[in-house]
C-alpha cells in the first residue's frame, strides 16, 4: 500500500532532477554580462538535478535548491543595478 504513494513521489523527483540538470547544462552555454552569476548557478542546477535524480540524495538536493534561489536571487539584484541597453536592428 505504501508503494502507490511512494512510486509518484520518487518519479517527479527523478524528473524533477533529470530537469534540473538540463537546465544546468542550458545555461553553462550562454554568454551573458552576468556570466559571473550564471555559471555557479548553472552547476549548482546540475548538481542540486542530480542529487534529485538518486533519489536518496534528496535531502542534500534541497540543500542545492536553497543555493541556487540564492545565486538567482543575487542575479536578480545585480541586474536590477545595471542599465537597460536599447537594442536597435
Known sequence: MALVFV????????TTGILGIIIGIRLLSLENDLQYLIR???VVSIIG????????????????????????????????ESEPEVEFV
Open 49 to 80: 538535478g542530480t542529487c534529485f535524480a538518486v533519489v536518496i540524495l534528496a535531502p542534500l538536493g534541497y540543500l542545492m535548491l536553497i543555493a541556487q534561489n540564492v545565486v538567482l536571487a543575487l542575479m536578480f539584484f545585480r541586474a536590477n
Open 40 to 42: 555557479p548557478l548553472g
Open 7 to 14: 512510486a509518484p513521489i520518487l518519479l517527479l523527483g527523478a
